[in-house]
């Protein structure tokens, strides 16, 4: 059965740096969430305003396809995506429904010093704490597991990939 594994978090936590790496080595589909963005939400996140419920509905739909797609194919996939609330993780868990997450976290004040260095990504920093304030962690009933990312990222991967073998598979 293939696995479709989503790499949530807030911006910073190096999502799409790990679920490169751990589509890599695991051979599986890397889906970049960010790419599936309608440009109206990109313009709005560059602007420094942060996104709503209802801008964010229509990119999780993409989010969701991604990964049916990817399922209907016969192929596991690793998809970027902050899926920061529950209804969001729900929303993609109507297109597939046994979607594993993988749930990147480290202190903000490491994250904010991330943020500052980054040269090419449409999220400021200033964005940072709207994302942390809407986190809801993962709850008991969630198929997934949290990796601290303040680690160098090689370590970060090997915890990430370890995480994804002792994953339950799907039925």
């Known amino acids: 059965m293939p696995v479709q594994i989503v790499v949530m978090g807030v911006s910073a936590t190096g999502k ?67 899926a920061l609330k529950r209804a969001y993780r729900d929303r993609l868990r109507e297109h597939v429904a046994d979607v594993r997450f993988l749930h990147l ?33 993962l709850a008991d009933d969630e198929a997934g597991q949290v990796v601290d990312v303040t680690p160098p990222l090689d370590d970060v991967v090997a915890a990430a990939v370890a995480a994804v073998r002792a994953m339950p598979r799907p039925h």
Request: charged content about 30%; aromatic content about 4%.
């Open 16 to 82: 799409s740096s790990v679920a490169e790496r751990v589509a890599s080595e695991l051979g599986w589909d890397l889906v970049e969430g960010d790419d599936l963005h309608p440009r109206a939400n990109v313009a709005k996140m560059e602007a420094g305003d942060p996104l709503t419920d209802d801008d964010r509905w229509p990119w999780l739909t993409r989010v969701g396809e991604a990964m049916a797609a990817a399922e209907d194919a016969g192929r596991s996939s690793v998809v970027t995506c902050s």
């Open 105 to 137: 976290h480290a202190p903000v004040d490491v994250l904010e010093d991330r943020m500052s260095r980054r040269t090419r990504h449409f999220m400021p920093v200033s964005l940072l704490a709207s994302q942390v304030a809407t986190l809801e962690p």
